[in-house]
């Protein structure tokens, strides 16, 4: 490195400029750069090898956390190393490595699953669709026992969510009532896979098909879950993901979109990035070769295409620190998957004998989930009620959580579209989405999950019925 002294309007400053002589020396940084990392590997080893030991009733039972190990670490201190703090070189990498595990062409990053919802919805408002264009005031069929965020962006825009029941043992859409929720208005149909299990897409999909309408699966929490042996998220015309801590894989906040659709790739890209026209990689220029010499709309000609936009986007970029834990944690997503299945099971095998006090989940016909959590609801005129039942699991460590929104329209963030009775539609009653509201609740099956601890909480179960 080498001082520079630079001189403007009498002053003086100071600065540092790195000389060529220490871009040179490759060979010394690779050596400090691996130190640095064997000591994250040795800080990991003495700070988060936990015991496995387990004291009922002491050590919590969380519904889900992140897994990882040294990996994680080291991916993210050499990411950090580097110092470039945007989208870069892991990020490039999870989108590859991500779209190959999924089998799908395109796959962008961004920073949440929240806003991979809001880039996936708001990508078929491009004009660029033509006709096919969702409007404000065009209707998007999905359900209203899930999570907000599957739903906000459609209310957001301006258009109208027209709400569908859920089955029971599924928790997903009652797909017996789609055709009454068509109108000649309905441009999309956007659903989640309810904790990890699909919902039925043969009957979804030929439903899009006849009437011409987009498809979105919000598969945030279904990662690797199948449907006639396909990964969801890749049978609509747009997928998302959330790697926020508890699903199936994290990178502490981030998420996905993803789809097979060229155009709807170009879109997306378009609207993550500032909405701008250009598809330069950030820190790279002129990859189309014509950055200064085109027309577009009403711009001077030459307009440097780096400022041109097409569309009014956002900046949902992920930091490339944050895909570096994703590549790790890619490494274990099978791991992951099949843990998840198999907590699930052992919970459905050992709590089977209480189907006289709970409508047990199933898993959809032609399916195998990668379950987000186990989900029991009680049965109408059940002798006790959600709330003390779920009280007695937290107070001897076992966390729990509802279906979320429970019933999305009776939350107070629809009050004043409750109240003046516009902005949305619901076909016939939401019957079963309100029985999940009142009487469900799910527990965890994350990779954390030890056959001591599923143990425990099937212990707790038992022990409270018998009481």
Known sequence: MKIILLKLKGKEFHGLQRSEGSLLNKGKQMELRQEILQKVQAYYNESFEESSEFIPGMTPVPYAGRVFDSNE?????????DFWLTFGRYSKEFEKRFSEFLGVKYCFLVNSGSSANLLAFMALTSDQLGDRKINRGDEVITVAAGFPTTVAPIIQYGAVPVFVDVDLKTANIDVTQLEEAWSERTKAVMLAHTLGNPFNLDAVKSFCEQHGLWLIEDNCDALGSTYGGHYT?????IGTSSFYPPHHMTMGEGGAVYTNNVKLSRVILSLRDWGRDCFCQSGR?????????RKYGELPEGYDHKYVYSHFGYNLKVTDMQAAIGCAQLDKLPYFIAARKRNWQ??????????????L????EFSDPSWFGFMLTLRPGAFFSRKHIVEYLESHGVQTRMLFAGNLIRQPCFNEIRQLDQGYRVVNELTNTDLIMQNSFWLGVYPGMTEVKLNYVIYLIERYIEK
């Open 73 to 81: 670490m080291t991916n993210l201190v050499d990411s950090a190393l």
């Open 233 to 237: 998220g890749t049978f609509g015309d």
């Open 285 to 293: 220029d002129n990859t189309c070769g014509h950055r200064f010499d």
């Open 346 to 359: 052992y919970y459905r095998h050992n709590l089977t004998k209480f189907e006289d006090v709970f409508i």
């Open 361 to 364: 989940p199933e898993a959809t």
